[in-house]
């Protein structure tokens, strides 16, 4: 293989990492702040794609203005969702491991609940639009338009929250609970405004991932299963709760990705992923970057 | 009523229930024999899930990884062996895979198994695809010996008698007793003497013998199975809900739940199938929030604190009113 398919190869790896780190960032911060996993999380995404489908389909708009708007509509979901379930849940669960495994319960409720209103509501068709599918030559290689926008995008996210974690007071009292709740209450951090905040950040992120998403991919209603498991895995490789750990365990995916379909055959996709997600949890269950 | 009083009751309770099972056929339409057999397998499935996972609270998402072993096997060995043994090898197998997969996970707790054990579901399902694609040249299977429907069920009535039963003796004997201190403290139940990685992994692999036991009765009922049907996680997820709607530490709590369940697919999937899905997600948020004991542990006390509590948010909520208005 020449220098130039390697530098290809990689940097496609790199484009669909890019988006897998996107991904996985709502789900890392309801997972790492509290304990939430949830499973629903590529349901939600599912919704911000049909929600950027329909503002273009219907009403012109373009796929770059639904974004904030997607973000909206979901954090706003997102509150509504955990004032009805998980403060409740909060409240009754005896201890977190019990918390956990409820929270995990709910979730799955809401699965079923998200898809299949979804279906119900818009068919089981495979659903798209074109928006800049040109494709564009950078040196001798050639790439999508719009995965190119979504990669950038997916970076400026990623890079934003990471800031807004590290930088500012909101980010600190976020930091603060990750570590230790009961310490974070301690010195006067709002938990009670915290959580369901954080929780609406998390929904509207995987918003804004599906409204990016269905610039380059068809969209289904089942198309969420699989993302909630590519952002599993990823936040396993970058261990839970941290986002520059997420940002570089979605890279290296995509690279593992594109490199190990390039020697085997593309229908090891699948088995491939899973086979690294079983092996980090098994192996380094902290995720491969803590120390 | 004292210990052995119980025993008698459960065991009466449980004969009661094999004998109208039993008449069922013939009696029954063809509709409702069809369905009291998918009543039955959930019976199988949850019970035996309930035995080994809630006792221990170890959350195991597995149940469809060891439904398609057995289906798998009984798909492949029927031409040569004969029925009882194609459905004890699938049984076998089964219990195997959950001895290597549970030497390797059980140490984990919490989500980390439960995350752990889907994933490996999903694993054992690409690596059957991609085995039967690239060897056996096919994705799917048509299982051309098949039993009569009498037998098949049959042999369903009596591994979900079995499950029961198994859950009835258990919780009496010193095995059970070992997995309800790991579900109480593992650490305690470990400090007492309890040898916890070789009950674990025992009452996992025990678990698993059913599920594929149920996994290879049910591929002849099918015809055609192919990876995505019977290792689908929804078969996992279904288990794992009735179990915990009926409750999982209680004995009759998956039976009673497995029967609502069956008549609530059938009635409702046919017609309105995403009606139903949402129903059952709804329906599951429901339990877990106001009813985390389950369906077995709903009593007239149950109504009683569930009255109260909304008056008394009724009355919060006005209080709030007055002071706004």
């Keep these: 293989m020449s220098f130039s398919a390697w530098l290809e190869l990689i940097a496609s790896g790199l484009i669909t990492g890019g988006i897998y780190a996107l991904v996985a960032l709502g ?9 939430i996993l949830n499973i629903a999380h590529g349901e939600f995404l599912m919704l911000g794609a049909y929600l950027t489908w329909m503002g273009h ?8 203005l639904m974004v904030p708007v997607s973000f909206l509509v979901l954090m706003a979901l997102g509150l509504v969702v955990h004032r009805l379930c998980f403060r409740r849940l909060t409240a009754t669960s005896p201890n977190l491991d019990i918390f956990e495994a409820r929270g995990l319960m709910v979730a799955f409720g809401l699965m079923f609940l998200v898809q299949n209103f979804a279906s119900w509501m818009w068919g089981g068709d495979l659903r798209g639009y074109d928006y800049l599918a040109d494709p564009v030559k950078i040196g001798e290689a050639q790439f999508a338009g719009n995965k190119l926008l979504v990669f950038g995008l997916a970076l400026v996210f990623s890079v934003a929250l990471i800031l807004l974690l590290k930088l500012t007071l909101l980010g600190k009292g976020v930091r603060a609970l990750m570590q230790s ?31 990016l998403l269905s610039m380059a991919y068809t969209i289904t209603p089942s198309m969420g299963e699989p993302y909630t498991v590519t952002a599993l895995i990823v936040i396993t490789l970058g261990g839970f709760g941290s986002m520059s750990g997420a940002l570089a365990g979605g890279l290296l995916l995509g690279v593992i990705e594109a490199l190990g379909m390039q020697f085997t055959s593309p229908s090891l996709k699948a088995l491939l992923s899973y086979s690294v997600f079983t092996a980090v949890l098994l192996l380094r269950p902290r995720g491969l970057f803590s120390k | 009523m004292n210990n052995r009083q119980i025993l008698v009751r459960d065991l009466l309770v449980l004969l009661a229930f094999a004998g109208w099972a039993l008449a069922l056929p013939h009696y029954g339409s063809e509709f409702v024999v069809s369905m009291a057999l998918t009543c039955l397998m959930y019976v199988a499935l949850s019970s035996s899930w309930g035995l080994f996972c809630g006792s221990t609270r170890y959350m195991s998402l597995a149940t469809s990884a060891f439904f398609g072993i057995g289906a798998y096997t009984s798909a492949v060995c029927l031409g040569q062996f004969s029925w009882v043994e194609s459905i004890l090898l699938g049984a076998g197998l089964s219990a195997v895979v959950a001895v290597v ?26 690596a059957v695809t991609f085995f039967e694609k690239r060897f056996s040249g096919t994705v799917g ?6 039993p009569e429907s009498d037998t098949i069920y049959i042999t369903m009535l009596l591994l979900a008698v079995l499950a029961v039963l198994a859950s009835i003796l258990l919780r009496r004997s010193r095995f059970g007793l070992a997995l309800m201190g790991i579900g109480a403290d593992e650490q305690r139940a470990q400090t007492l003497g309890v040898n916890t990685r070789l009950v674990k992994t025992a009452g996992f692999a025990l678990t698993a013998a059913f599920g594929g036991a ?3 009765a049910m591929a002849v009922r099918w015809t055609y199975i192919d990876p995505h ?26 039976l009673i739940a497995a029967i609502v369940f069956s008549v609530l697919a059938e009635t409702l999937r046919l017609q309105f199938p995403q009606i139903y899905m949402m129903s059952l997600g709804l329906l599951l948020i429901l339990c877990v929030l106001y009813l985390p004991g389950g369906l077995a542990s709903l009593r007239w006390d149950t109504f009683q604190g569930w009255w109260q509590a909304g008056r008394q948010w009724a009355r919060s909520w006005r209080a709030g009113e007055r002071k706004n208005g």
Excluded: K
């Design chain 1, 27 to 35: 789900l890392n911060l309801q997972y790492g702040l509290m304990r």
């Design chain 1, 57 to 64: 389909e219907s009403f012109g708009l373009s796929p770059l």
């Design chain 1, 181 to 211: 709740p009961v310490g974070a209450q301690l010195v006067g951090i709002d938990t009670q405004r915290l959580h369901p905040l954080m929780f609406g950040i998390g929904l509207g992120l995987s918003g804004v991932a599906g409204s």
């Design chain 2, 101 to 126: 997969m549970g030497l390797a996970v059980l140490h984990l707790r919490g989500t980390y198994f439960a995350v752990l054990t889907f994933g490996m579901t999903e694993l054992i399902m690409h």
């Design chain 2, 141 to 146: 299977r048509v299982l051309t010996v098949a």
């Design chain 2, 214 to 216: 149920v996994g290879a």
């Design chain 2, 229 to 254: 049907t019977v290792f689908n996680p929804f078969i996992g997820f279904q288990t794992v809900l009735i179990a915990l709607i009926g409750g999982a530490v209680t004995l009759w709590g998956p």
